[in-house]
């Protein structure tokens, strides 16, 4: 099993980068209205730098349906697990 | 080094900018490119870009999104050493943005526009059955459709364009039979970036999206998903290769780019060390694998040679044993001729970069360095940080290509002078020879035999007077840039005197090697270009302008000429010019302007060793 622990880590250091924000932190709930310059354009950055982060590949389906930064890491761990998307 | 946000904090803007834009210089990965995409943003809201030798407005027009483009673009552009405002226009928006006559995008004055396309933009495919002929006339059409909205977009702002050619699609349902049916898409496609490339007028360029995704490979190039999600045209992945094409082509247009190839010899020319190993032990050509690696290297700086690039050497050697391989290995491809500069000595690199930059009489930053040795690259680097260094592997089998992708000496166009150039400067080196073998320097001129033609702007040398009104930096009176438009519109304008002069003598032709463009204003003519290259200084060429200049002000019965002089960097080799020529001091502003007048009715005109021809 991926450790979420570890995935909530990394995340968080993705988005810090992407956002340039060394303080920004992000909960499960956490979604794109809560974060300032987190547009369409944003999102995809977002994904592409977790996909290069954590080595993983999301389906197209998937980049559009995420909610919040919750489901973000749920995905990202079933991917490490080698699950499929839902 | 220290950080950036250090040096913004303690306010050293200045070397923050140069560090942010040197690392944007050589960082690859796409993350990181980015993440220097939103620090200079950042950098840009706390202090103002130092200021650019040229500022490039430039309009970017998209079949797909631009958006994720325009900051790496900007960045990219502004690692050249331009400074660069871009405008944006809507996505697919491109057609109406171009024929409508109020759009905003084309309103105030541009000078590039980049029209970003892809394979879904083409408007018309053929049909499965279709044969050559009509599918010939689909590319004709096809092609037609693109030159001409692009020679619309010129002809309303006045402006260099930039448009792509197309990668292949990724999937290949014909299979191998495509190949054989002129109507299969991806054949389609071959025959429309060739046929597009064949259409080019002097103002459109071809940015080679397909030779680019052939290099990184398609897959890697486009994403299907982000396609599908924004209209990405390319991956974030080869995001920095796109940018970076699109903002060499944007420097090539404006002069920015390398003019002289300085290289080590041991082991960067061949592999060995010729002190230690001896001419017959050093290794090149072929039979021998790495032999053949360096011979590889050298056929690449041949080409470059043949299409104007100086060549020189700065080697820690014995002279005389870094010219016995020359002399005694016929498996070197290149010889002893085809550098223009030769330094093989025990002097630091840094100063033999100088003394061959100051020989040849360009800018340091007209330098690219290339050595095997990572200490004598970071001790160029540290001394001159004008001087483009290229990083190497340690594998001469990388070299070619690692050179190439750097793009340090990218063309747009290539012109006769560029072929002719290594030529002229070996020529020089003779005509040194003579000058100081006749000793009286009025004598030696004498000597020269000098033919000029002096005319005004033709079609034909607009590329090349192009060229040098954006690549003179010394004998540059004004340093004033102009596109290949904004030179035809003087060319055009009747109240301009726009003249070039052409000249060659005993030792062969030196090309197109001044321009002058001058305006008249009341009862004067005033000169807001006068360029000259450094190669023909004090040959007479001056003067002889200067009795031109002052026989066109009378035949418009003009009481004066006028003339600036506005001080760069580089530019204090003329501060004195106007001075030189019997100009009188009229006005010296705070920046160092100046500017002169000379009363035509006082005149005298030259006597200048120099005969004026119709054509030689």
Redesign the interface.
Known sequence: MADKNQIWIGLTRVFQDVFDDPGLTVTPTTTAHDVEGWDSLMHIQLLVAAEAAFGVRFNTGEVAALKNVGEMVDLIARRLDGGRAS | MTSLSVLVQHGRYSEAWSQLLDESKTVSD??QF??LV??RD?LAKTAPRPPAPRTVRLALLGGA?T??LEGPLALAIEATGLGCEIRRGQYNAFAQEILDPDSPLLASPLDVAVLLVTPANIPTWPEPGDDLARVQQIVDEVCGYWVDLCKRLHERAGCEVVLNNFHPLPTRPMGTAGTRLPWDRNNFLRRLNVALGDRLPPYLHLNDVDALAARHGLFRWFD???W???K?PVS??CLVPFVRSVARIVGALFGVTGKCLVVDLDNTLWGGVVGDDGYEGIVIGEGDPVGEAFKTFQEYLFRLKQRGVLLAVASKNDENNALSVFANRPEMVLKREDFVAFKANWEPKPLNLRAIAAELNIGLNSLVFVDDNPVERDQVRQALPEVAVVELTTDPADYPRLLDEAGLFEITTLSGEDQQRSQQYEQNVRREALRQSVGDYRAYLGTLEQKAVLAPFEDRYLDRITQLVNKSNQFNLTTLRLTRSEVEARMQDLGRVCVYVRLADRFGDNGLISVVCGVREDTRLVIDEWLMSCRVLSRGVEQLVCNHLADRARAWGLASIEGLYRPTAKNALVREHYAGLGFTLVEQSADGTTRWSLDIARFEPFDTPIQLVKDY
């Open positions: 796409h993350a980015l993440a939103r620090q950042r999104t958006e994720t299907e998903r982000y599908y999600h924004a990405q974030f992945e």
